[in-house]
């Protein structure tokens, strides 16, 4: 579970990114978070696996104040919440597989992917992943030669293989045509209800929210001005 005990996060400029924010999130919930740009979507987002630190009050994931995280409390925060961007963040130059398999293994620092020799079972984790988002003949293609929607299921890939237990998901289909971006929320969301995954979306339009997620939160001006079911934002629209 994630709960925001009263949290605010002001930017060392004094802009207020989150306040005072009090919700629970519960282990497999689909969460879609909308609001317009500069709403504060992006910090909330960012502040579950400590991309921006919060400035006030408590962050608990499991029951972990993670506020307190440093070193390696914060590596494995940063394991166990997994994070798809906008931009996918692939590194581009590299192969598809070597991108995927950096969600285990990471990137810099390891023999084995400084040598490109991965075990069977690094192959193979990442091979299925990949074809969970029917990606897999792309295997061996570089990250920078397939189009967005492609880059976007990779990114998937990866972040199935780092086995998070949430996945946070920043603007994930801005950069996407309509049809692209329903199917990259159509893989996000059967892997949320597959495997359990605590899942929270980045969404600037409403329509989309309602159509994937269970529950939205609506903020504005760095506030929660709505967290309810998609079926009360139906009735009361
Ligand atoms: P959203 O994701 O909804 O577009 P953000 O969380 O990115 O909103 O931004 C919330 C507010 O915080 C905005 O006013 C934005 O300009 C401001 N902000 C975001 N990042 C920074 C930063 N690094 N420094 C100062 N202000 C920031
Ligand atoms: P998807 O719907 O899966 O995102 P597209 O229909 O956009 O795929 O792309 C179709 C094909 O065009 C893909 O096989 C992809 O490799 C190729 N392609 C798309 N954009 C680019 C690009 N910027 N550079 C190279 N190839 C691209």
């Known amino acids: 579970m994630i709960e925001f005990k009263n949290l605010s996060l002001t930017y060392p400029n004094g802009t207020k990114g989150l306040k005072n924010i009090n919700i629970k999130i519960n282990e497999g919930e689909f969460v879609v978070i909308v609001g317009l740009s500069g709403a504060g979507k992006s910090t909330f987002i960012r502040s579950i696996n400590r991309l921006v630190t919060p400035t006030e009050g408590d962050l608990l994931v499991d029951g972990e104040n993670i506020l307190?995280?440093?070193?390696?409390?914060?590596?494995?925060?940063?394991?166990?919440?997994?994070?798809?961007?906008?931009?996918?963040n692939l590194v581009k130059r590299s192969t598809v597989l070597k991108n995927v398999i950096s969600g285990r293994l990471g990137y810099t620092g390891t023999l084995k992917s400084i040598l490109n020799m991965y075990s069977k079972e690094d192959m193979n984790m990442a091979y299925e992943n990949l074809k969970r988002v029917n990606i897999e003949e792309k295997l061996y293609s570089?990250?920078?030669?397939l189009s967005g929607g492609q880059q976007q299921r990779v990114s998937i890939a990866r972040v199935l293989t780092q086995k998070p237990n949430v996945i946070l998901a920043d603007e994930p289909v801005a950069s996407l045509d309509p049809p692209?971006?329903?199917?990259?929320?159509?893989?996000?969301?059967?892997?949320?209800?597959e495997d359990k995954i605590t899942t929270i979306v980045n969404l600037h339009f409403i329509d989309m929210a309602m159509e994937y997620a269970d529950r939205i939160i609506g903020m504005r001006a760095g506030e929660v001005v709505y967290d309810g079911p998609v079926s009360e934002v139906t009735e009361k629209t």
Do not use: C, P, W
């Not at 940063?78 to 961007?85: E, H, L, Q, T, Y």
């Not at 570089?142 to 030669?145: C, K, L, P, T, V």
């Not at 971006?181 to 996000?188: A, G, I, N, R």
């Open 142 to 145: 570089r990250a920078d030669e």
């Open 180 to 193: 692209t971006s329903h199917q990259v929320m159509t893989y996000l969301r059967q892997i949320n209800k």
């Open 68 to 88: 307190k995280h440093n070193g390696k409390s914060l590596r494995e925060l940063r394991k166990k919440v997994g994070m798809i961007f906008q931009n996918y």
